[in-house]
């Protein structure tokens, strides 16, 4: 069992930075990988980027390649997302999410157990 709480959202102009954080309750954090996802007015839930419970491979979504980070600090129970050079199109609600088990990194929501409450990001042009 793992809560999560994403943090870090805010109004940003086009071109700039957010760091998204998302911290988790419990000792079994490192035991898990993480995702971020995203859902925009109107769009389905998207996938954004994932990295593995050691934080030693990490995947992103082709919109955000280049541009986004994900990083953990497994001694801190915490999950980042780096995003640089935002876009009006990355305004969205963030969701962190926690895989239990399986086989490299996924993309696919359905694949995760657990979800937090979400931080929105605007990004102005």
């Known amino acids: 069992q793992v809560q999560l709480a994403e943090s870090g959202g805010g109004l940003v102009q086009a071109g700039g930075s957010l760091r998204l954080s998302c911290a988790a309750s419990?000792?079994?954090?490192?035991?898990?990988?993480m995702g971020w996802f995203r859902q925009a007015p109107g769009k389905e839930r998207e996938f954004v980027a994932a990295?593995?419970?050691?934080?030693?491979?990490?995947t992103y979504a082709d919109s955000v390649k280049g541009r986004f980070t994900i990083s953990r600090d497994n001694a801190k129970n915490t999950v980042y997302l780096q995003m640089n050079s935002l876009k009006p199109e990355d305004t969205a609600v963030y969701y962190c999410?926690?895989?239990?088990?399986?086989?490299?990194?996924?993309?696919?929501?359905?694949?995760?157990?657990?979800w937090g409450q979400g931080t929105q990001v605007t990004v102005s042009s």
């Open positions: 990295i593995s419970r050691s934080g030693g491979t990490s």
């Open positions: 419990g000792r079994t954090f490192g035991s898990y990988s």
């Open positions: 999410a926690a895989r239990r088990s399986g086989f490299g990194l996924a993309w696919n929501s359905d694949e995760y157990n657990y």
